[in-house]
Nanobody, 122 residues
Framework: QVQLVESGGGLVQPGGSLRLSCAAS????????MGWYRQAPGKQRELVAT???????NYADSVKGRFTISRDNAKNTVSLQMNSLQREDTAVYYC????????????????WGQGTQVTVSS
């Protein structure tokens, strides 16, 4: 079983930056793809970005060019650098882990963190 703990959320003004981090523990050898999802009030959870254990990345169109996902396999962490934040980025952000290489399907992510709130507001 994999445990995931996110950190780094908070309140930021439009145009600002935040960096989210996620620490994995447990049966981490089983993890291939890690990802960040988000869920805004009244909306479905959506994929933000994924990264495989070899470093291949994928981004939602809405965050391309603004967000960067990275991974440190030695430290068992994954991060999400968020720049040029917009009000529409306000959501609870979740870290997730999958045993399936390169997947972008929500159902393939069997481990989830508790979520961290990101609020973009002036």
């Amino acid at each position: 079983q994999v445990q995931l703990v996110e950190s780094g959320g908070g309140l930021v003004q439009p145009g600002g930056s935040l960096r989210l981090s996620c620490a994995a523990s447990g049966t981490i050898f089983s993890i291939n793809t890690m990802g960040w999802y988000r869920q805004a009030p009244g909306k479905q959870r959506e994929l933000v970005a994924t990264i495989t254990n070899s470093g291949s990345t994928n981004y939602a169109d809405s965050v391309k060019g603004r967000f960067t996902i990275s991974r440190d396999n030695a430290k068992n962490t994954v991060s999400l650098q968020m720049n040029s934040l917009q009000r529409e980025d306000t959501a609870v952000y979740y870290c997730a882990a999958s045993e399936i290489r390169g997947t972008q399907a929500t159902d393939d992510f069997g481990s989830w963190g508790q979520g961290t709130q990101v609020t973009v507001s002036s």
